[in-house]
């Protein structure tokens, strides 16, 4: 069976996710959907605050319940938690829908990114090069096993990544 014509965006916090779907969106026209917004949205608390109140292992569920209601879309772009592709069901959830596309950048980069910020609960008390390095190398093996493309986006502009993004999309099938 052929995949289903949805992009889901994946990659550390800072990778730029939510900047690509927004392009993506606004000039190709696709559906865009941002999990932690609609996790926020049907939790009616901040992300910070379900961490706070219930824990990690909540949040990760709500992820996966997130995903799975997400299998009839089409032309949506799905800018994912960060987390999202530690766990297997999620990654298969992910290819049954669409084409995962790993968004990389340096631990510098990101922490230029997100330095300001204060709504990532793992990263608060650590921005730091050394600990994103750390978590990043942990995680990396699994972001590159959920990928179908990998995407650079070190001194780049949002432009330049997602039109790189679409073309994949538009190649991919
Ligand atoms: C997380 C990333 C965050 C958010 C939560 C946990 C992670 O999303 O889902 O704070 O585990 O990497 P962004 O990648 O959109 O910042």
Known sequence: M????????????????????????????????????????????????IFRLHGEEYFRELETELLLSLENKENTVVSCGG???LRVCNVEAMKRSGIIVFLTARPETILERVKDSHDRPLLEGHKNVEYISELLSERRNKYEAAADVLVATDDRSAEEIAEEVADHWAGFY
């Open 83 to 85: 987390g999202v592709p």
């Open 2 to 49: 052929s995949r289903k014509r949805n992009i889901f965006l994946i990659g550390f916090m800072g990778a730029g996710k939510s900047t690509v779907a927004r392009w993506l969106h606004r000039q190709h026209g696709m559906e865009w959907l941002e999990m932690d917004k609609e996790i926020e949205r049907r939790e009616g608390m901040a992300i910070s605050e």
